[in-house]
């Protein structure tokens, strides 16, 4: 059943729900002029990596990843889902871990965090919990809601901004390759786009809808790093951990009833970000399914969940959270990389073997 | 069903036992406006909190001392009979002699903690602060946030005021290329508050002042409006109606080179003798001219660029050595200053 | 026959208004039987013998004779008593191992079509089902005037037999859900249904779902439009309301009747039920989180006047919304209990000397009493009194939410609201559909 509206809204509300928190902060501490080139490097690996995953799935029409390492073999399926999974698992723990710091930063500062990641993985478990196609449905209620007041947000970010700030534009410097931050900012991508190769059982989608989507992104991401840029400059923007946020703390408006508005922007992006852990979740419990076909998926998730609740509590401050993320490099990178042209290669070499039987 | 039977009876459990930031807002001190000045390395801070009663509001000016902002604030809360929460601080009255000393740190501190927002107003008190409170209380009794509304836009606001927040503060504190103005302030013997001009923040620290008609100039010189200012000259008051400003900068012989051009639309308000209104025109002009070159020389000389000159320069020099605008650059930066007036409109009578 | 009879009146005869009655007619006996409640006894009579004149004389087989009255059935005593429960009257003739079923003229214990009495219509059409299901069936019948529609109707019950019927548009509906719905009420036919509940049970609905499955209504007009759009039309015997299958989410902001008004004006009405629904919902957890937890997202002008206000409220604002919220709903509780003529005073008692005490003796805040009017008012303005049920209790959520995590329970209340919809579905069709077409099968 065709559902690219869904699959292609879900796809662009988790990757805004990730993206202004974590991305700008990354970018910015990886280079110190001409951002947009990093910004578009990224986004070129990423639609390179989507367009590959997305064609190597076209291959095997109603299968889902799981299958398609199955049916190359079990060490294949075991070579690959198992970092896969691990990928997944602390994706999951750093989200949680790290949007609930943010939000005892921002908004309350006196809940413990036990409180905001329990409130996180028992809001996202609960979605999971009712399957793929209502994590979709609640995902175009979560945009009906609240992407009117993003926009709206976003466009009056643009409060303070001093386009000075954007030169200068080129730079020869290319070191930001090789810089933590810019590594960790694959972060942004990486994960989004894996639930493509689940849903195939379900739904169809179109790709060129979805390449669209990547196109339409562009400009979030770029905006995302430049206005905290052109509103502080690099010098100051890159003394905040979270210069979207800070950005966002800074917008005054006079004639409305509330102070800090932003602060809804924020927690809308939080929501979508809710999404996002309940997709991963859904995804880990698919591939733990299959291991383990006995087992009830419920309360497998159940497990994953409370594993992952118990992984955050035992973070204990902020370092941990950039521990985790140092130790996710690898695998980040493998999942960027391997799994989509993996799946690429098996398809294309399937289609060979298909064509040669039908002649 | 069961699972979500159970995850009901896990959040009331977690509704029962927690409820951390709930504090309701009638057993919250808001301070409206914060004081701060530092004598022999220990801060004292006033807090002018407004206090319903019944149907008016009382001012209570409270202080406190410690060795850091936050140690002096916990020792007034430990001291009220409510929660001091500085969430709502609107404006920030910074000493005069700790502005000079430099306040980076408190400024820093703001920005790090999440209890003043970054959009609070600063602003320098010329005066001693025990002394100003005291003052500024006995006159704005029936209205709790008389101070912060004379820096609101859309209440009692001037275009002679410089307007900054804590952010500006911090981003001058960082950049390369801009600083900020903060208003100097101090009681008035009518009025709550007299404005003085604005003090020149550079990296932090108070290094020189501009009177209000200056920091006009300086309001027009960033783009601000500055709608509504009465200019009075020798032979008439304008009112402006409009202003727009273009700058284009270049390098000469490795000279900076700014060439800033402002727009002026005026209506004529009163005449003295039988000016023209071609004679009226050059005499703004002019003065306005002298005006900004006698602040500009006073900038230069100070080494602070309030003007934010250097960020047209952006694309010309390379960043690495735009690190050393202030030092490097600015001091021979030469600044042409040009400004154009438009008569509007003459009122409803001609000038003969 | 004798000993046939003796069984009857063994069954029922404990009735005061059970009749045995003998009677004859040219010159055969025969015994009636049957309720007086039930039977308008002497009109029945006067039929029976029209009908036997009308025809010849010349009828001598009893057989015949029987016939002419009714259905002739082979003696069970079961199905007997079942007739006579139904309201019918049987005859029993000497000597034979058959009875006759005659439909009787019956004492008339059914309202007239009447206007609606629990939803109201702006220049709409004005009647409204009633209890009688042939009546209902009769109804959607005149207003859907269609080829299309089909009737199917089930005995369902062991103790008590109860009428469904299910209507359909065959050229609108799909037929898959038909058959689920059919296989459903055959599969589970001994329960008894009595209330929506026990449908509910019947159709295989989990009965701890706090969105109503049905959507019911009084109004032809939207269960005809409701036919049109491929759903289908449940009616029990004695529920006056059509139950309309599945209840969708934007059934709670639209009504057929919205159509009579121009197409800016149907828009701008259904935005203000969405607007009134978010209300309902935010503005009490909205209260909360603003006053308790994160008062800087108001002004600070707004800060003052609401401190101000709730200057000696003695409990948190969590209780205090609480405490009233409760006042509310008894108070339309209490208006619902009342006879039409004493509601008005518990309004006045309620609205006006409650709400003016409460705050002039500093139990609430004045700001609390505009957040509940709003609330209450907004509540209204949903589609369907089962809807704005639903919306009263979610409420609740959002301010328990709201007095733990501030702004950010109210989202996250939200996010949960939304799942909790997102995850209801129909006989496999998501509560989120707009149109009927076939949402997709769930999977773990």
């Not at chain 2, 002679?160 to 900020?180: F, G, K, M, N, P």
């Not at chain 3, 029922?12 to 039930?38: E, K, S």
Request: hydrophobic share 45%; proline share 4%.
């Amino acid at each position: 059943m065709d559902k690219s509206n869904h699959v292609v809204l879900v796809y662009c509300l988790t990757q805004l729900g990730f993206m202004f928190f974590f991305y700008p902060g990354n970018i910015i501490s990886s280079a110190t002029e001409g951002h947009w080139i990093p910004i578009v490097f990224g986004m070129l690996v990423n639609i390179l990596v989507v367009w590959a995953y997305m064609k190597g799935l076209s291959y095997f029409p109603k299968q889902d990843i799981i299958s398609i390492y199955l049916s190359v073999g079990k060490w294949a399926a075991f070579v690959f889902l198992c970092p896969l999974v691990i990928f997944l698992l602390l994706v999951n723990i750093i989200t949680v871990r790290g949007f609930s710091e943010v939000i005892s930063l921002v908004f309350l500062e006196n809940t413990p965090v036990w409180a905001i990641s329990g409130l996180f993985i028992s809001i996202s478990t609960y979605m999971a919990m009712n399957g793929i196609g209502a994590i979709f449905r609640t995902g175009v209620l979560l945009a009906f809601l609240f992407l009117p007041l993003i926009l709206f947000t976003f466009i009056i970010s643009f409060q303070n901004v001093d386009f000075h700030y954007v030169f200068p534009i080129l730079t020869k410097n290319f070191s930001f390759l090789w810089k933590p931050g810019y590594l960790h900012s694959f972060s942004a991508f990486a994960g989004s786009f894996l639930f493509l190769g689940f849903i195939t059982p379900y739904f169809t989608y179109s790709r060129s809808k979805m390449m669209l989507a990547l196109a339409a992104l562009v400009p979030f991401f770029i905006l995302s790093v430049y206005l905290p840029i052109l509103t502080f400059g690099q010098a100051t923007a890159s003394t905040f951990n979270f210069p979207f946020v800070v950005l966002v703390s800074t917008i005054h408006i006079n004639w409305l009833m509330f102070d800090r508005v932003t602060m809804f922007l924020l927690l809308s992006l939080i929501t979508f970000s809710m999404l996002f852990i309940s997709l991963l979740l859904w995804e880990v419990s698919r591939i733990l399914k299959r291991a383990m076909p006995k087992a009830k998926p419920n309360y497998l998730m159940l497990i994953v969940s409370t594993l992952i609740f118990a992984a955050c509590m035992s973070i204990s401050s902020w370092e941990g959270v950039q521990m985790l993320f140092n130790w996710n490099i690898s695998f980040r990178f493998f999942t960027l990389f391997a799994i989509p042209f993996s799946i690429l290669i098996i398809g294309l070499r399937s289609g060979r073997r298909q064509k040669d039987e039908s002649r | 069903m069961k699972v979500g039977k159970s995850m009901l009876a896990l959040s009331l459990v977690v509704a029962l036992c927690g409820c951390w930031d709930n504090t309701d807002i009638n057993h919250r001190v808001l301070p409206v406006v914060m004081g701060v000045s530092k004598k022999d390395s220990e801060y004292k801070i006033f807090l002018q909190i407004p206090e319903p009663i019944q149907n008016r509001t009382l001012i209570k000016i409270v202080t406190g001392s410690g060795s850091t902002i936050n140690h002096a604030v916990d020792k007034i809360s430990a001291n009220l009979e409510d929660h001091v929460d500085l969430l709502h601080v609107k404006l920030i009255l910074l000493d005069k002699k700790y502005a000079q000393s430099g306040v980076d740190d408190s400024i820093a501190d703001f920005m790090r903690g999440r209890d003043v927002s970054p959009k609070t107003l600063v602003s320098i008190c010329d005066e001693d602060m025990e002394q100003f409170f005291i003052k500024v209380k006995t006159k704005m009794e029936p209205k709790g946030t008389t101070l912060y509304d004379f820096f609101e836009k859309n209440a009692g606001w001037n275009p002679q005021i410089a307007l900054t927040r804590v952010w500006e503060v911090y981003r001058s504190i960082h950049s390369y290329t801009r600083d900020v103005a903060i208003p100097v302030i101090h009681s008035g013997t009518s009025t709550v508050v007299q404005h003085e001009g604005s003090g020149v923040i550079k990296n932090g620290k108070m290094v020189a002042q501009i009177d209000s008609d200056e920091t006009l100039l300086f309001n027009a010189f960033n783009g601000e409006s500055t709608q509504g200012k009465i200019e009075v000259m020798d032979h008439a008051s304008v009112l402006i109606t409009s202003n727009s400003i273009r700058h284009k900068g270049t390098m000469l012989d490795g000279k900076p080179y700014l060439k800033s051009k402002i727009k002026l639309k005026v209506v004529i308000q009163e005449t003295k003798g039988h000016p023209t209104s071609d004679e009226i025109k050059k005499e703004i002009e002019v003065m306005l001219k002298t005006r900004f070159d006698q602040m500009f020389v006073k900038l230069q000389a100070s080494g602070a660029d309030i003007l934010g000159t250097g960020q047209y320069f952006r694309n010309i020099i390379p960043r690495t050595q735009l690190k050393d605008w202030r030092t490097k650059y600015y001091p021979k930066l030469k600044l042409d200053f040009q400004v154009q007036a438009t008569i509007e409109n003459t009122g409803f009578t001609n000038l003969q | 026959m004798e000993s046939y009879m003796k069984e009857i009146e063994r069954r029922l005869g404990g009735n005061d208004d059970f009749f045995i009655l003998p009677d004859h007619m040219g010159g055969i006996p025969y015994v009636m039987m049957g309720f007086v409640t039930l039977i308008d006894l002497t009109r029945t009579k006067i039929a029976l013998r029209k009908n036997r004149e009308s025809l010849s004389e010349t009828i001598s087989d009893l057989t015949e004779l029987m016939a002419v009255f009714g259905d002739i059935r082979e003696f069970d005593l079961e199905e007997t008593v079942t007739m006579i429960m139904g309201g019918k009257l049987i005859l029993l003739f000497g000597g034979q191992r058959r009875y006759v079923v005659v439909d009787p003229i019956p004492i008339e214990l059914s309202r007239a079509v009447e206007s609606p009495t629990n939803e109201n219509v702006l220049q709409g059409s004005m009647s409204s089902f009633n209890e009688d299901i042939d009546t209902n069936i009769g109804i959607v019948r005149k207003q859907s005037i269609s080829k299309h529609v089909r009737v199917k109707t089930f005995l369902t019950g062991s103790e008590q037999l109860k009428k469904i019927s299910l209507l359909y548009d065959n050229c609108h509906v799909e037929p898959d859900l038909v058959d689920k719905i059919i296989k459903q009420i055959e599969s589970s036919s001994d329960n008894d249904i009595n209330n929506l509940q026990n449908l509910s049970k019947t159709m295989g609905f989990s009965s701890w779902s706090i969105i109503p499955k049905f959507y019911t209504t009084e109004l032809p007009q939207e269960a005809a439009n409701a036919l049109k759009k491929g759903k289908v039309i449940l009616f029990v015997d004695r529920l006056p309301f059509a139950l309309i299958l599945p209840n969708l989410l934007w059934d709670m902001f639209s009504l057929d009747n919205d159509r009579n008004f121009p197409l800016p004006i149907m828009y701008a009405i259904r935005i203000l039920r969405v607007i009134g629904v978010l209300t309902t919902l935010l503005a009490p957890g909205l209260y909360v989180a603003l006053v308790a937890v994160n008062p800087e997202v108001l002004r600070i002008e707004l800060a003052l006047t609401i401190a101000q206000s709730r200057e000696g409220v003695p409990y948190p604002a969590i209780v205090e919304i609480i405490f009233m919220l409760i006042i509310l709903e008894l108070i339309i509780e209490a208006s619902t209990r009342l006879p039409k003529s004493i509601g008005p005073t518990i309004t006045m008692v309620g609205g006006i000397i409650l709400g003016q005490a409460v705050v002039t003796a500093r139990l609430v805040s004045n700001l609390l009493i505009i957040v509940l009017a709003a609330t209450t008012i907004a509540n209204s303005t949903v589609v369907g009194f089962q809807n704005s049920l639903s919306i009263r209790l979610f409420k609740y959520l959002l301010v328990i939410l709201c007095s733990i995590y501030g702004v950010l329970g109210l989202l996250a209340g939200l996010v949960i609201l939304s799942a909790y919809l997102a995850s209801i579905n129909t006989f496999g069709i998501s509560y989120l559909n707009f149109n009927m077409k076939k949402g997709e099968t769930e999977n773990g």
